[in-house]
């Protein structure tokens, strides 16, 4: 599905990323590390917004190197922003019809995802018709990923899906991404480890620009070094 070879890239000079390489397949893969590690830079790369010094992106044998996101989110890879950067003043349903609406591969199947969305988002279901700005922070999670969704993607990119939320609602969300990731692949960057590793089937931790450790969320949840730096035991 996606395939990060010997990336490099940064900010102006700063080089955020040295060689890093990370793969995701039909799975749920988890990107884990302190602030700063460069997991959203990762994320920007695989997206088109920061352009890589060296190194590859491929996805299903198209080179994404040097696309511009919006050939990238073509190819059928979505973006669930950390800022989630929806539209506050439409409802709902304007929010979720935005994302398949510009995407050829999408229009035909707008119908179908939204049964699919609404399904696992019942919520938004109930408050199809109420404006997003007046939804709390919970809710507007679900309408970013549910409109994710709707551009029917082979490959789910969620960048730090539990920022502001309340651990009620943190839960909620990692349990809907256990459900999706049944029928799409998911690349997500968490500080929230021990909950990530619920969802997730592989996971990479990134520790000064590098990939320090690889292994299944059960070989993660038993490492010495994540447990003491990152699941507080």
């Not at 060296?54 to 080179?63: H, K, N, Q, R, T």
């Not at 919970?138 to 939320?165: F, K, N």
């Amino acid at each position: 599905m996606l395939q990060v070879t010997g990336l490099r890239c940064g900010y102006g000079r700063l080089a955020v990323l040295n060689d890093v390489s990370i793969t995701v397949g039909a799975e749920s893969v988890g990107l884990f590390g302190p602030n700063g590690a460069g997991k959203t830079t990762l994320i920007n790369a695989i997206m088109g917004i920061v352009r890589p010094l060296e190194g590859a992106i491929e996805s299903e044998g198209m080179d994404l190197t040097r696309m511009r996101t919006f050939e990238i989110a073509r190819t059928g890879i979505a973006l669930v922003p950390q800022e989630r950067e929806l539209f506050p003043g439409l409802s709902v349903a304007d929010n979720l019809e935005l994302g398949a609406a510009y995407l050829p591969r999408a229009r035909g199947r707008a119908a179908s995802q939204l049964e699919v969305v609404l399904e696992l988002f019942p919520v938004l279901k109930q408050r199809y018709r109420q404006a997003v700005g007046t939804m709390s922070g919970g809710q507007q999670r679900m309408v970013a990923i549910g409109r994710a969704l709707m551009a029917s993607p082979r490959l789910l990119v969620l960048d730090e899906p539990s920022l502001g939320l309340q651990p009620s609602i943190v839960s909620e969300v990692f349990e809907t991404l256990a459900l999706i990731k049944q029928g799409v692949s998911i690349l997500v960057t968490e500080q929230n480890v021990r909950e990530s590793l619920r969802a997730i089937d592989r996971g990479y931790v990134l520790e000064n620009g590098g990939v320090a450790l690889q292994d299944t969320a059960n070989g993660l949840a038993s490492n010495p070094h994540v447990i003491r730096s990152y699941l507080g035991i």
